[in-house]
């Protein structure tokens, strides 16, 4: 059975770190494009970092500079290192995988677009 499973969020102080895992199995990072997620309280799911099989990423704006994403193909892992982390960062992080070789910086709004999603990891940051 295919399937992403997020790990490692939890309660941090502004200015903290924490990295999340995103453990996909039934299938092989190296062929996705695997995206990070994110959905705050009242907000829409927004998308924050991508990484595709050469190892090409991107992250947006409100994160590029604190958040690096990263793969270990050996593993069949991806991760989400967040730095400096800042109250806004708050939220439910999910990752997801796409059939895709391209990380142009679309995140695409449809849930049912992506072939698999994790079921989130809780992120809080306190002030």
């Known amino acids: 059975e295919e399937q992403l499973v997020e790990s490692g969020g939890g309660l941090v102080q502004a200015g903290g770190s924490l990295r999340l895992s995103c453990a996909a199995s039934?299938?092989?990072?190296?062929?996705?494009?695997i995206d990070w997620f994110r959905q705050a309280p009242g907000k829409e799911r927004e998308g924050i970092s991508c990484?595709?099989?050469?190892?090409?990423?991107h992250h947006t704006d409100s994160v590029k500079g604190r958040f690096t994403i990263s793969s270990d193909h050996a593993k069949n892992m991806v991760y989400l290192q967040m730095n400096n982390l800042k109250p806004e960062d708050t939220a439910i992080y999910y990752c997801?995988?796409?059939?895709?070789?391209?990380?142009?910086?679309?995140?695409?709004?449809?849930?049912?677009?992506?072939?698999?999603w994790g079921q989130g990891t809780q992120v809080t940051v306190s002030s």
């Open positions: 997801a995988a796409e059939k895709s070789d391209v990380c142009g910086g679309y995140y695409n709004p449809h849930e049912d677009e992506y072939d698999y």
């Open positions: 990484i595709i099989g050469d190892g090409s990423t």
């Open positions: 039934g299938f092989r990072i190296d062929d996705y494009a």
